[in-house]
């Protein structure tokens, strides 16, 4: 739950470095994650913050990797897909269809090598839980999110 932090406080803490807006933007939508793991903690129905994350977490990325006119239009795609999945009753993972459709474009976007293990491979790892939910599958999910953290924080302390 907290790892998603990480990111963003490094980059905050050392502002003084003078990071572009695009790694504060993509340290931002890391720690979404926590924002809505937290959220959820206190009340907000589940449903409502699976359907609400993507959009947030992938409009981040997409302003941070992408020009204007193109993250808008991913924007509205994934913010679209959130909307037919709750319209026609995926209650359960509001966020598939826009997860893996903003993973696949985080991929195709990026150069950065932890965004492809963080929505790569993690996302195969998502997928695998939600098709066989168990230890494995949440193992390998969490363990490509950590290491995709880590090589982001890693390329942008180590790049600036």
Do not use: K, N
């Not at 807006?21 to 959220?39: E, Q």
């Not at 977490?57 to 997409?62: F, N």
């Not at 939910?133 to 600036?160: E, I, K, M, S």
Request: proline residues 6%.
């Amino acid at each position: 739950m907290f790892a998603g932090l990480v990111p963003v406080s490094v980059v905050w803490l050392e502002r003084r470095r003078g990071f572009a807006p695009r790694v504060w933007l993509i340290a931002a939508a890391l720690g979404v994650s926590f924002v809505s793991d937290f959220t959820v903690l206190y009340s907000t129905p589940p449903w409502l913050v699976s359907a609400v994350y993507p959009v947030v977490q992938y409009g981040l990325l997409y302003l941070a990797l992408a020009s204007r006119l193109t993250a808008i239009s991913l924007l509205l795609l994934t913010g679209g897909l959130a909307g037919v999945a709750i319209r026609y009753g995926a209650w359960e993972r509001p966020d598939a269809l826009p997860r893996v459709a903003g993973s696949l474009a985080v991929i195709a976007l990026s150069r950065i090598p932890g965004l492809w293990v963080y929505f790569g491979l993690g996302t195969v790892g998502w997928v695998w839980y939600c098709a066989a939910p168990g230890f494995w599958p949440w193992f390998a999910y969490q363990a490509c999110r950590l290491v995709g953290l880590t090589l982001f924080t890693v390329a942008v302390w180590r790049d600036h």
